[in-house]
């Protein structure tokens, strides 16, 4: 049995038999995935050999819907560190505002969060009160890297999940207490996510 990607990885999902196991390399796409100069050829055997996975997606937010610049004011501010700004984040909501502070790099860096949006429980309820419009569903994207892709893999189409949309704006530690003790508020909020 000869199997295309696509086939493959279908194949796999469905728990039926397949030619060899698949194969994917994070980050590889058709065009393939560079960090850095050195690793083109990698890159390109990768987007050549491998079993593809491509994201796709309709426009989407999670917090604000539509609603997003109507309600979230974003300011960067220089820090004393070279090659580090601040972002700082405020969600206005019906309750009251909401701030965060991330540190972001001007090099490419990964970034981290110097103090999380949501830090007492009564701010889950913050995050309640705000107005949610829906971006309208698309599936433009989706289908133009299908067919681009071809049987080389797969589409997957990507939603926010409900748990890390959270997780992001109070953090692990106090995502962990929150859990325990205020844990309906933490259910209200990731089931209304």
Not at 23 to 36: E, N, S
Not at 87 to 96: A, R, Y
Not at 115 to 123: A, H, T
Request: charged letters at 30%.
């Amino acid at each position: 049995m000869k199997l295309t990607s696509r086939e493959r990885i279908m194949r796999i999902f469905q728990n039926k038999e397949v030619d060899r196991p698949a194969l994917k390399l994070w980050g590889t796409t058709l065009d393939g995935f560079l960090l850095h100069p050195d690793y083109k050829p990698v890159c390109e055997m990768a987007a050549r050999l491998s079993d593809l996975f491509i994201s796709a997606g309709s426009t989407f937010d999670v917090y604000y819907g539509r609603n997003y610049e109507k309600h979230v004011e974003v300011e960067i501010k220089d820090t004393s560190l070279d090659n580090w700004k601040d972002k700082h984040i405020v969600f206005h909501t019906p309750e009251g505002d909401l701030h965060g502070v991330e540190r972001i790099s001007t090099v490419g860096e990964p970034s981290y969060t110097l103090e999380y949006l949501v830090k007492e429980p009564e701010d889950l309820k913050k995050l309640l009160s705000i107005p949610y419009e829906p971006f309208p569903f698309k599936t433009d994207d989706y289908m133009q890297k299908q067919a681009k892709l071809g049987d080389r893999g797969v589409v997957i189409f990507e939603v926010e999940h409900a748990g890390y949309a959270l997780q992001r704006l109070v953090g692990s530690e106090n995502m962990a207490y929150f859990s325990i003790d205020c844990r309906d508020v933490v259910e209200e909020v990731t089931s209304t996510f």
